[in-house]
């Protein structure tokens, strides 16, 4: 067995157990739905562990990683929104959000040069936001006793990242976008100059 693939497993494997998961929910039987969300997030700081430790990143790892999280993520919020456990104004902007930047990053890919997705310090804090208000809801339909007016805050606190941190990739994107139309422009008009 090639011991390197181990990582690229578990986020397969992680994103095979968005299905059940729904289905879990959609049952309301919270109590496993919970388990396998649990689950799914082990195994999401073991293929991160095990990739690091051993130096076993790949290409495909680097990609399906974050998409693995983020499919369980909308998979786990619609649902949760679907069954009336969060609110339908906070799943769009969420949504929306990362529509936003997946086109606009593409966009910069595009037209102005290779774009290195790294997170920013408050994206991190954004998707923070997001893991712990899905674990809170969860653990709450689990049946342990979890304040509601404490969820409410945790649904504006991740609607306000959302708006934050799409602004802010706007912001750096258009920056850098400016940045390179400037050079693009300096050296056309030296090139002109030289062949003169």
Same mark, same amino acid.
């Given at each position: 067995?090639?011991?390197?693939?181990i990582?690229?497993?578990?986020?397969?494997?992680?994103? !095979?157990? *968005?299905?059940?998961?729904?289905?879990? @929910? &959609?049952?309301e039987?919270? /109590? =496993?739905?919970?388990? $396998?969300?649990?689950?799914?997030?082990?195994?999401?700081?073991l293929?991160?562990?095990?990739?690091?430790?051993?130096?076993?990143?790949?290409?495909?790892?680097?990609?399906?990683?974050?998409?693995?999280?983020?499919?369980?993520?909308?998979?786990?919020?619609?649902?949760?929104a679907?069954?009336?456990?969060l609110?339908?104004? !906070?799943? *769009?902007?969420?949504?929306?959000?990362? @529509? &936003?930047?997946?086109?606009? /990053? =593409?966009?910069?890919? $595009?037209?102005?040069?290779?774009?290195?997705?790294?997170?920013?310090?408050?994206?991190?804090?954004?998707?923070l936001?997001?893991?712990f208000?899905?674990?809170?809801?969860?653990?709450?339909?689990?049946?342990?006793?979890?304040?509601?007016?404490?969820?409410?805050?945790?649904?504006w606190?991740?609607?306000?990242?959302?708006?934050?941190?799409?602004?802010?990739?706007?912001?750096l994107?258009?920056?850098?976008a400016?940045?390179?139309?400037?050079?693009?422009?300096?050296?056309?008009?030296?090139?002109?100059?030289?062949?003169?």
């Amino acid at each position: 067995m090639n011991w390197s693939l181990i990582p690229n497993i578990l986020t397969v494997g992680r994103m !095979l157990a *968005v299905p059940p998961l729904v289905i879990l @929910l &959609v049952h309301e039987q919270y /109590g =496993w739905a919970l388990a $396998v969300a649990v689950a799914a997030g082990v195994s999401d700081l073991l293929d991160g562990f095990l990739a690091r430790r051993f130096g076993w990143q790949s290409r495909f790892g680097s990609l399906a990683d974050p998409a693995a999280d983020k499919i369980m993520m909308v998979a786990c919020y619609v649902t949760l929104a679907w069954l009336s456990h969060l609110p339908w104004w !906070l799943i *769009v902007l969420v949504i929306l959000r990362d @529509l &936003v930047i997946v086109i606009g /990053g =593409w966009i910069y890919h $595009v037209k102005f040069e290779r774009l290195e997705a790294q997170p920013t310090q408050l994206s991190r804090f954004n998707t923070l936001c997001q893991v712990f208000l899905m674990w809170f809801v969860l653990v709450r339909l689990a049946g342990i006793p979890l304040s509601p007016e404490a969820q409410i805050g945790l649904e504006w606190l991740v609607g306000f990242m959302a708006v934050v941190t799409l602004v802010q990739y706007t912001w750096l994107w258009s920056m850098k976008a400016v940045v390179i139309t400037r050079k693009r422009r300096a050296a056309q008009e030296s090139n002109s100059l030289d062949s003169q």
